[in-house]
């Protein structure tokens, strides 16, 4: 996130193509079930394969080809037969569903309706769309024109989409979100900007939790994990008091820990809201949410919020070792 090119850049260390993390996730499966399996003849391994990758049973004709992949006993056939279970509608209707839903809410709950963020993410697996791109992309994937059509302000689309049981490995259409939603390409950020990220993670609050969530679902780190309280607390903003109970030594030993990296970084959600009345997400061009001048009285002489700029201070310290790009600079304006 070094700027709106930069974040684009901003996973160059990770994984450049989603079919690379896809064939590895493959790959980590394979090995259960054929580990697992291991006194199984190729039949059994092939339906384990299948049941593993669709969750549900494989057809005769199916599990036959697939029997006959595994059989030769190589990797790449066994791959084969994996790539084949994934021709399988469910493997997109409800594999991939499962995978991403957890990611769109904050009890990281499988049981939730499909929504623009799913599919989306569904679609770029589908398309082998760069992953990289998942926070910075303008992209978004919708169901076929005989749907009701997409709404800012509901999920009625993706409702009917997954109620009528489009199958979203051949009905989910790639548009835009500025073409879709209306919001400007400048504003767009990839899963971010979607409806559903926005009513979990930009509704009430101070938008810390859409930069708690990502790390905790894309970083696989919690708060705990990246907590230093060597990093400078200047852009620690105003709501956070320095002396919580009237004890200095709380904030010098905890509270610093996380909000020294995560409110430089959050910066950068400043023009963003849900609207809860409207159920639509909100972006203010220019203007700073009201959100980030919560009990801004707590500690007036912290950081005040005046546009959506950002630092990374977790490039230095122990929270080098989460992989950032040494060749981007670190800071930058907006999502």
């Known amino acids: 996130m070094d700027n709106k090119t930069s974040t684009r850049n901003k996973h160059a260390d990770g994984l450049n193509r989603v079919g690379r993390f896809i064939q590895l996730v493959i790959a980590g499966l394979l090995s259960v079930c054929l580990i697992s399996a291991a006194a199984a003849g190729p039949r059994e391994q092939a ?3 299948h049941d593993r990758l669709a969750g549900v049973p494989p057809s005769a004709a199916i599990l036959q080809l697939m029997e006959g992949e595994v059989d030769v006993g190589q990797a790449g056939t066994a791959l084969d037969a ?6 399988n509608p469910s493997f997109y209707n409800v594999t991939l569903k499962n995978f991403a839903a957890p990611w769109t ?4 709950s499988v049981f939730v309706p499909l929504n623009d963020y799913i599919a989306t993410v569904v679609g770029m697996i589908r398309d082998n769309e760069p992953f990289n791109t998942l926070f910075s992309a303008d992209i978004l994937y919708i169901g076929p024109g005989s749907l009701p059509g997409y709404s ?4 009625d689309h993706y ?4 109620n009528t049981n489009v199958d979203m490995m051949t009905g989910l259409v790639r548009s835009t979100q500025s073409a879709v939603t209306g919001l400007p390409s400048s504003a767009v950020a990839g899963v971010w900007t979607t409806r559903a990220a926005a009513e979990a993670f930009f509704v009430a609050g101070t938008n810390r939790a859409q930069f708690r969530f990502t790390m905790l679902n894309h970083l696989c780190n919690d708060m705990e994990q990246v907590h230093d309280v ?4 200047d852009r620690i903003r105003q709501d956070v008091s320095r002396s919580p109970g009237g004890d200095s030594r709380l904030f010098l030993n905890n509270c610093i820990g996380c909000h020294s990296g995560m409110d430089p970084m959050a910066g950068a959600f400043a023009y963003y809201d849900f609207d809860e009345t409207t159920q639509q997400i909100v972006y203010t061009q220019g203007a700073v949410q009201p959100k980030y001048f919560n009990n801004d009285t707590n500690f007036e002489p912290g950081y005040r919020t005046t546009d959506d700029s950002w630092m990374n201070y977790w490039r230095n310290g122990q929270d080098q070792f989460l992989g950032w790009d ?3 600079t670190g800071t930058g304006n907006g999502a």
């Open 326 to 328: 040494t060749n981007l």
């Open 47 to 49: 339906r384990r394969i």
């Open 230 to 233: 060597r990093r400078a607390p």
């Open 82 to 87: 994996a790539f084949r279970a994934m021709d």
């Open 152 to 155: 800012n302000t509901n999920n």
């Open 105 to 108: 809410n904050r009890d990281q």
């Open 159 to 162: 409702a009917t989409l997954e």
